[in-house]
Structures are given as C-alpha cells and as structure tokens.
C-alpha cells in the first residue's frame, strides 16, 4: 500500500505556471505507474497525465498536450506536474494516483491522493 499527498496547487493568472508535487510513503514507490486527474465544479473526473514506474514513457490527455509535463523521482518517492499556459478551464482539484498500468481510466489506479486546488483567474 502507498499514501499519497499532494502539494503546490494555488491560484494564478491565465498564462501563468504551477507545479504541482505528489509525495509517497509507504511501500516502495518505483513499482507504481503514476497518474494525475482532475475534477471540476460539476463535472467527472478526468485524466490529465501518466507515467510508467521508470519515468520513461509518459501519455497525456489531448486538452493538456504540449503545456503539462509529468516526471519523478523515484529516488525522492515524488511525481510532478508542471503545468505552463495555464487557462481558466484548467481550474479544478488535481489528483494524483498510484497503479500498475499508466493507463487513462480512473479504475486502473488503486491508490488516490486528497487533491490540491488549482484556480486559474482570466
């Protein structure tokens, strides 16, 4: 089993950057694939990013491509995202999650952080 706890949400400007951190404790956190979601006012939660348990493929959902990045270090037990050209949908409570497939559906993931807010103004 793993805890998860994220960090770095916050408001900012569109067009700004945040980097969101993910810490894990528990047990050993490079046999995890990583992932982040996110939840809107209203709406379900959906994927943004993943990557495998050795940082060496990543996958992204279309909305976020080319302005989010997710890495690790599995040497400091953290996943990260990075988000750049941030825009006002991108508002919502980021998740990130622990499992065994980097894949794009919620139930692929066994293990979930509490979620940090992210609020972009315009």
């Known amino acids: 089993q793993v805890q998860l706890e994220e960090s770095g949400g916050g408001l900012v400007q569109a067009g700004g950057s945040l980097r969101l951190s993910c810490a894990a404790s528990?047990?050993?956190?490079?046999?995890?694939?990583m992932g982040w979601f996110r939840q809107a006012p209203g709406k379900e939660r959906e994927f943004v990013a993943a990557?495998?348990?050795?940082?060496?493929?990543?996958r992204y959902a279309d909305s976020v491509k080319g302005r989010f990045t997710i890495s690790r270090d599995n040497a400091e037990n953290t996943v990260y995202l990075q988000m750049n050209s941030l825009k006002p949908e991108d508002t919502a409570v980021y998740y990130c999650?622990?499992?065994?497939?980097?894949?794009?559906?919620?139930?692929?993931?066994?293990?979930w952080g509490q979620g940090t807010q992210v609020t972009v103004s315009s």
């Open positions: 999650a622990a499992g065994w497939t980097y894949g794009l559906q919620r139930r692929e993931y066994a293990y």
């Open positions: 528990g047990r050993a956190f490079s046999s995890y694939d």
């Open positions: 990557i495998n348990r050795s940082g060496t493929i990543t």
